[in-house]
């Protein structure tokens, strides 16, 4: 196997593991030992292939916002199908479903990943940025196909769905909100641009 194929394959282990851990533990579980343990190999693996443990979780960080980014496109290639409430709450609880929410409160505690990833994210959260930009394409889409009023905002409406998610799926510890619960949230907000009835 060749020696980058081998990297990838090694910091994917790692990778995945840190997001069991974050989802299973929240950002105080997340250790290099914990991680290691979780991916089953020796705590020098990953030394050896990150500069430190915050270096690891920028690049986590970073690797889990291009899964958000490749997943934009998805999303906007199913403006005109289905309903845009539908659609809009499915991404919602694509995006918060997974360790979106884990990732955020693990910025907000540490001090140094979040002085290492203002670099790439000057303003604004990582993954919460991308899934933002994610919905502000879909919603100009649809308003292109005049799913949409003309005059929606959707540079408003998309901070809007994400801060509305984010509030509802903030208790980690609880059971996550019904299907119905996201999708009322959704067409409150998005209702009044809806040009279909049913939306």
């Not at 089953?40 to 690049?59: I, S």
């Not at 100009?140 to 005059?151: I, Q, V, Y």
């Amino acid at each position: 196997m060749p020696t980058g194929v081998a990297i990838r394959e090694v910091r994917r282990q790692l990778f995945d593991a840190a997001e069991r851990v974050l989802r299973d533990g929240g950002p105080s579980a997340l250790t290099s030992r914990a991680v290691t343990a979780e991916a089953g190999c020796a705590k020098g693996v990953l030394h050896r292939h990150f500069t430190d443990f915050d270096d690891f979780l920028a690049r986590l960080v970073e690797d889990r916002a291009a899964g958000v980014e490749a997943r934009a496109a998805e999303l906007r290639g199913a403006a005109g199908t289905g309903t845009v409430t539908g659609n809009l709450t499915a991404a919602l609880a694509e995006l918060f479903g997974t360790v979106a929410l884990a990732v955020v409160g693990l910025v907000a505690a540490r001090d140094e990943l979040r002085a290492r990833l203002r670099r790439r994210w000057p303003t604004g959260v990582p993954l919460l940025a991308e899934a933002t930009a994610s919905l502000a394409a879909y919603l100009t889409a649809e308003r292109d196909l005049g799913r949409l009023a003309a005059e929606a905002d959707v540079e408003s409406l998309a901070p809007a769905l994400i801060g509305g998610g984010h509030l509802l799926y903030a208790d980690r510890t609880g059971p996550p909100p019904t299907a119905e619960t996201v999708e009322r949230m959704v067409a409150a907000l998005v209702g009044p641009a809806l040009r279909t009835p049913r939306g």
